[in-house]
C-alpha cells in the first residue's frame, strides 16, 4: 500500500546576515577592537540585504499571514540586532511578525555558529540561550523547535538541546541520502522529535525557481501544491532563505505571485500549513542518527561533523583554539558564524539556501582573509593573555607564515597553520616528507622564526621520524595549553 | 532441470593462479552453478586436484616460451585431466577465453559453450595490431566461436564486437553480465586512518584508479588529465594502484604531481582504499564489462568512466555514474564537474549499490547460463535426432 499525500506544510523563512571578513588585506593598520576586523561595507551591505532581499519577503510574508497560513522564522541574533540597531521600519515588521499567533520563531545559536561543534559544549549553550532570551523579549515566547544548521549532524548535540528545552531538532533530509527513509515523517534520536526539510522541494523553489532549462519550468503556485499534496508523508517542511526573494523586475514580480498564491492553491488541494511545534506531536517514524543525514567528514578528529575540506578543517581548528587567546569574545563569536566557513567551500547552498559557486581561489582568499582577521583578533588582545610566549607559539597564523609541508618535488597538499595544526599533520607526513623538511632545518627554523619557541626548536632538530615529532610537539602543546590555564 | 554435470575451463581462478577480472568472474559462476549441479574447474595451479566449495578443482602447471605455447601446453594437460574425470560424460563443456581453444579444438564434438570476457582487439585499446601474437590469438578467439556450441559474452558492446570481429551468427551469442558480491566490496570503515597511511590529509578528495597500467586501461589518460583537474581544485590526490608496463613511464610523467602508484596491492588494500576514496575513476579505452565498475558501486563509490563497452552500457550518466569522451580534457571536466559536488557523489554511489543489488547477481547470472546450457543441449539433442532420423 503506498502511503496516502500530505495533508499539511510547514513553511519556514530563513533571515540571517553575518558578519564577514575583510578580503581586501590591510596589514598595513593595526590591529583595533570590534568591527574593524569585519567588511567594511558591512553596514551598507546589510541595508542592501534589508531592501532587496528582506523587505520583500516580509512583505510575502504578512501577505501569506493574511491569507490564514502558518509559518515559521529562523532570524539568526546577528540579524535582529542589525536589524534593531539601524532602527529602520523593517525591524517593527520583523517583531510585528513574530508575535502574529501563526508564526513560530526557531531557536538556533545568536551567531548561526559551529559552536555546536566545538569539544566541549558551553560556548553552544551560552549562544543557543542568548539568541532565545532575545526572541522571547521580542515575541514574548520562547522558542520551542531548535534548528541545526548545515554543520551540525551530530547526534550528542540532541542531548544539549533536549536539556536547553526543546521540544524537538529540525534537520535537512535530502531524499539521496536517506535512502529509504523520507523526509516527511517525523524522527526520533536520543528521544528527541526530529523534523526533516524536504530539500529537494526547497530547492524546487531556492534553485529552480528561475531556471528556464528545467524540464518543469515554469513553476506555479498551483503545480506546487499539486505536487506537495501527491508527496506521501505526514507533513512537507519547506525552508527558503530571505535571500531567494531578492530580485528584479518580472523575476520579483513573478516570484512573488507565485509564493502569495500557494496560501490558496494549497488550501485548493486540502493541504493545511502548520507550525512545527504542532507537527513534533506525530508519532516518531523510528529512529534516526544525525549523522545519516550529512555528509560525514573523513577524520576521526572532525568525525560528525559537516565540515567538508582541509580549509575548513584547518579555520575550525584555529577557531576553537582561538577560545583561550582572544578576550575580545564579540569578534571570537562572529567568526563562528557557518558563513566564513560555507565560503572555503567551492560550492555551498542548498536545501533553501542559495547555491553558490566559487572557483578554488575564491575559497582559498576567503580562508585567508579569515586566518588572517583571526591572527589579528588575536594580535590585539596578546597584552591581555599570559604568559605571552606560550600564547604567542599557539596562535593561529595566516598562510604567508604557515608550515607547509612539501616533498623534495611537490607540494604535499597540506599546511600548518598552528602548532597544534602542525603535530595533527605530523602523525601522517610520510617519511621523505619529513626527512626533506629535517635535512634542511626548516621545522627548527620555522618554530624559532614564526613561533618563538626555541625549546622546541631544539628538540625536534634531534627527532629521527615524524612519529617522534609528532609525539614531541604534542606533548609541548599541551604543556603550553596548561600554562595558558 | 536434472543436476547437470558441468566442465569449466579458464587459465585463472581465485583460489590458485589469478591475473585480473576474469577469475573472480569464472569462480563465482562456478561456485552459483556448483549449488545445484556437479561443477570440475580446469585451471592452473599447484598440487594435487582438489575439492573447494563442493566443486572439484584440477590443476596443472603448464610450460612454454611464448605465451601461445604456455597456452598450448596447458590445453593439453587440462584435457587429459578432463579425460580421467569424463565417466560418466559431461553434459556441458564451458571455455572462458582462448587460452584453452585447443582443448575446445579436440572437444568440438561435445556440447561446448564459450564465453568472451574480452577480446584480442578490445585488450589492444580497440585497435588491429600487425603483431603475429595478435594474429594468432585473433585466430584463436575466431575458431572458439565458430566450434563452441553457443556463445555468451558479458555485455552488448562485445557480443557486437565478436559479430564484426568474428562473423559468428547474432542467434548463437547470449549476453550475460556478470554478476558481484556487494557484501564483498562495502567495509564500514573510517577513510582518514586509510588516507594517512598513504600520507594523504583525511579531507582531501581522493580519486582512485586500480587496474593494470596498459594501454587499454587508459591511466595515461588520467594522467594526462591530472593537471586540468588541479587547476579547478588544487586540493584533489590520486592513487593509482596495478601493475604493468607502463608504470616507468607514467611514474615519471608524475613526479610534480599528487599522485601515488602503489603498485600491485593485496586484495584487503584495495577493499581499504575502495572505500576510503571519494571517485573511483575508470578511463579504459575499450571494457568489455568492466568488473571495477560493480566493485565501485558495491562499495557505494561514484564512478567517472569512459563511454566504452560495458561502461557505456551500464552508467545511467549522471545518475549513478558520469560518462565522458574517451579524451583526458573530458576526463578532467567529469571527474572536476563532480568532485566539487560532494552531496551528489554520496548519492550516485547510493544509486550505483542499488543498481547493483537488483541488476548484478550472482544468483540471476547462474540461472541465465543454466538458460544456455539447456538450450545448447536441446539443440545438440534435436540435432543428433534429426542425423538418426536422416542415417535410418
Keep these: ?485 | 532441470m536434472p543436476p547437470l554435470k558441468i566442465a569449466q575451463f579458464c587459465w585463472e581462478s581465485l583460489h590458485a593462479t589469478r591475473e585480473g577480472g576474469l577469475s573472480p568472474a569464472a569462480t563465482h559462476l562456478a561456485e552459483v552453478l556448483g549449488t545445484t549441479h556437479e561443477v570440475h574447474f580446469f585451471t592452473r595451479g599447484d598440487g594435487p586436484d582438489r575439492c573447494i566449495g563442493g566443486n572439484t578443482y584440477h590443476f596443472c602447471q603448464p610450460e612454454g616460451e611464448t605465451i601461445l605455447d604456455y597456452c598450448h601446453d596447458m590445453s593439453m594437460k587440462l584435457l587429459r585431466k578432463f579425460h580421467e574425470s569424463d565417466t560418466p560424460p559431461f553434459d556441458i563443456i564451458h571455455f572462458h577465453d582462448w587460452h584453452c581453444i585447443d582443448a575446445l579444438g579436440e572437444l568440438r564434438d561435445r556440447t561446448t559453450v564459450m564465453s568472451y570476457h574480452s577480446t584480442e582487439y578490445g585488450r589492444n585499446g580497440g585497435n588491429f595490431s600487425d603483431s603475429p601474437e595478435f594474429h594468432a590469438i585473433s585466430a584463436k578467439e575466431w575458431s572458439g566461436g565458430h566450434q563452441a556450441g553457443h556463445v555468451t559474452t558479458v555485455s552488448k558492446h562485445t557480443k557486437t564486437e565478436i559479430m564484426w570481429l568474428y562473423g559468428i551468427p547474432e542467434q548463437k551469442v547470449t549476453v550475460i553480465p556478470n554478476g558481484i558480491y556487494p557484501e564483498h566490496y562495502c567495509l564500514p570503515l573510517d577513510p582518514g586512518p586509510v588516507k594517512k597511511r598513504y600520507g594523504i590529509h583525511p579531507l582531501a578528495p581522493l580519486v582512485f584508479f586500480i587496474g593494470r597500467l596498459v594501454y587499454q586501461k587508459g591511466p595515461d589518460l588520467l594522467v594526462d588529465a591530472i593537471p586540468q583537474i588541479l587547476k579547478r581544485r588544487w586540493d584533489v590526490q590520486f592513487i593509482i594502484a596495478g601493475k604493468g608496463e607502463m608504470r616507468r613511464e607514467l611514474e615519471e610523467r608524475c613526479r610534480t604531481l599528487p599522485v601515488r602508484f602503489t603498485g600491485y596491492i593485496s586484495d584487503e588494500e584495495y577493499l581499504q582504499l575502495l572505500n576510503a576514496c571519494d571517485l573511483v575513476v575508470i578511463p579504459s579505452r575499450n571494457e568489455p564489462f568492466g568488473l571495477v565498475l560493480t566493485e565501485a558501486w558495491s562499495a557505494e563509490r561514484c564512478v567517472v568512466a569512459t563511454d566504452v563497452g560495458g561502461l557505456s552500457e551500464n552508467i545511467d550518466n549522471f545518475v549513478d555514474g558520469i560518462k565522458v569522451p574517451v579524451r583526458a580534457d573530458s576526463l578532467a571536466w567529469g571527474i572536476s564537474y563532480i568532485i566539487e559536488d560532494p552531496v551528489r557523489i554520496r548519492a550516485m554511489g547510493l544509486a550505483g549499490k542499488r543498481k547493483v543489488l537488483s541488476r548484478f547477481n550472482w544468483h540471476d547470472t547462474g540461472r541465465m547460463m543454466e538458460q544456455v546450457y539447456t538450450k545448447v543441449i536441446k539443440s545438440r539433442g534435436d540435432e543428433a535426432r534429426r542425423k538418426e532420423v536422416r542415417a535410418g
Design chain 1, 1 to 485: 500500500m503506498t502511503d496516502p499525500g500530505s495533508s499539511s506544510l510547514c513553511m519556514g523563512l530563513n533571515i540571517h546576515f553575518p558578519y564577514l571578513v575583510e578580503t581586501r588585506k590591510r596589514e598595513e593598520e593595526t590591529p583595533e577592537k570590534g568591527d574593524t576586523f569585519f567588511s567594511r561595507s558591512q553596514k551598507a551591505d546589510f541595508r542592501e540585504y534589508l531592501s532587496r532581499a528582506v523587505l520583500p519577503a516580509m512583505d510575502c510574508i504578512l501577505a501569506w499571514l493574511d491569507s490564514g497560513g502558518s509559518i515559521s522564522l529562523s532570524v539568526s541574533g546577528l540579524a535582529i540586532e542589525q536589524l534593531i540597531g539601524d532602527k529602520t521600519d523593517e525591524a517593527d515588521l520583523l517583531v510585528q511578525a513574530m508575535q502574529h499567533r501563526s508564526v513560530e520563531t526557531l531557536g538556533q545559536t545568536y551567531y548561526r555558529s559551529v559552536a555546536g561543534l566545538f569539544s566541549k559544549n558551553d560556548e553552544f549553550i551560552h549562544q543557543v540561550s542568548r539568541h532565545a532570551d532575545l526572541v522571547e523579549g521580542l515575541a514574548g515566547r520562547r522558542p520551542q523547535v531548535f534548528e541545526g544548521t548545515e554543520f551540525e549532524f551530530n547526534s550528542p548535540l540532541t542531548d544539549t538541546v533536549r536539556t536547553l528545552g526543546f521540544l524537538a531538532l529540525y534537520s535537512e533530509g535530502y531524499d539521496h541520502l536517506l535512502s529509504a527513509k523520507s523526509p516527511n515523517y517525523v524522527y526520533s534520536c536520543r528521544n528527541l522529535p526530529i523534523l526533516l526539510r524536504n530539500c529537494r522541494l526547497s530547492d524546487d523553489i531556492a534553485h529552480r525557481f528561475h531556471d528556464r532549462t528545467w524540464d518543469r519550468y515554469p513553476l506555479t503556485a498551483e503545480k506546487y501544491a499539486r505536487w506537495v499534496a501527491e508527496t506521501p508523508g505526514d507533513c512537507i517542511h519547506i525552508r527558503l532563505d530571505a535571500g531567494i526573494f531578492s530580485g528584479a523586475g518580472s523575476e520579483a514580480l513573478s516570484f512573488r505571485e507565485f509564493f502569495c498564491g500557494l496560501p490558496e492553491a494549497l488550501h485548493s488541494r486540502d493541504v493545511s500549513t502548520v507550525l512545527p511545534s504542532s507537527v513534533v506531536r506525530n508519532p516518531p517514524r523510528g529512529e534516526l542518527q544525525l549523522e545519516d543525514l550529512g555528509l560525514c567528514s573523513s577524520d576521526t578528529v572532525c568525525a560528525l561533523t559537516g565540515i567538508q575540506n582541509m580549509l575548513q578543517q584547518s579555520a575550525f581548528w584555529c577557531l576553537e583554539d582561538a577560545g583561550d587567546l582572544i578576550t575580545d569574545r564579540e569578534s571570537w563569536r562572529r567568526l563562528q558564524s557557518t558563513d566564513h566557513f560555507a565560503r572555503m567551500a567551492i560550492t555551498s547552498g542548498s536545501c533553501g539556501r542559495g547555491a553558490v559557486r566559487r572557483t578554488s581561489k575564491e575559497a582559498y582568499d576567503y580562508f585567508s582573509a579569515y586566518l588572517r582577521t583571526l591572527a589579528r583578533c588575536e594580535a590585539a588582545c596578546q597584552t591581555q593573555i599570559r604568559p605571552r610566549l606560550a600564547a604567542h607559539a599557539l596562535r593561529c597564523l595566516p598562510p604567508d607564515k604557515a608550515f607547509h609541508f612539501h616533498s623534495e618535488f611537490r607540494f604535499t597538499g597540506y599546511s600548518a597553520h598552528s602548532l597544534k595544526e602542525f603535530s595533527r599533520l605530523l602523525e601522517f607526513v610520510p617519511d621523505e616528507v619529513f626527512r626533506f623538511h629535517q635535512e634542511r632545518g626548516d621545522f627548527s627554523r620555522w618554530i624559532t622564526g614564526v613561533l618563538g619557541d626555541t625549546t622546541l626548536a631544539r628538540s625536534i632538530a634531534q627527532c629521527k621520524g615524524p612519529g617522534e615529532a609528532a609525539h614531541l610537539v604534542t606533548e609541548r602543546c599541551r604543556k603550553l595549553c596548561h600554562r595558558l590555564k
